[in-house]
Nanobody
Framework: QVQLVESGGGLVQAGGSLRLSCAAS????????MGWYRQAPGKQRELVATITSGGSTKYGDSVKDRFTVSRVNAKNTVYLQMNSLKPEDAAVYYC????????????????WGQGTQVTVSS
């Protein structure tokens, strides 16, 4: 079993910053990709940012140049630094990871955290 635990969400004024963290734990052999998605009320879940174990990153168009994703492989932790926040960034942010576990043989599965709320006041 693998658990992803997010932290760092909250309320911030427009133009402000927040930093989200997500730590993976459990029967982890390795983690290929970690990242963040978000979902606002009435909208589909959308890509925010992902990062591979080698450090390659991918960003959603709406957050490029404002958000930065990073990770510490040794800690199985991914971060999302969010700057210049806008009201439209308000959403539940979900951590995700493609984890290789070794219990009963190697297999890769996608895991999700429970989500953390980000609210941006105008």
């Amino acid at each position: 079993q693998v658990q992803l635990v997010e932290s760092g969400g909250g309320l911030v004024q427009a133009g402000g910053s927040l930093r989200l963290s997500c730590a993976a734990s459990g029967s982890i052999f390795s983690i290929n990709v970690m990242g963040w998605y978000r979902q606002a009320p009435g909208k589909q879940r959308e890509l925010v940012a992902t990062i591979t174990s080698g450090g390659s990153t991918k960003y959603g168009d709406s957050v490029k140049d404002r958000f930065t994703v990073s990770r510490v492989n040794a800690k199985n932790t991914v971060y999302l630094q969010m700057n210049s926040l806008k009201p439209e960034d308000a959403a539940v942010y979900y951590c995700t990871a493609r984890v290789v576990t070794s219990t009963g043989g190697l297999r890769a599965d996608n895991y999700w955290g429970q989500g953390t709320q980000v609210t941006v006041s105008s």
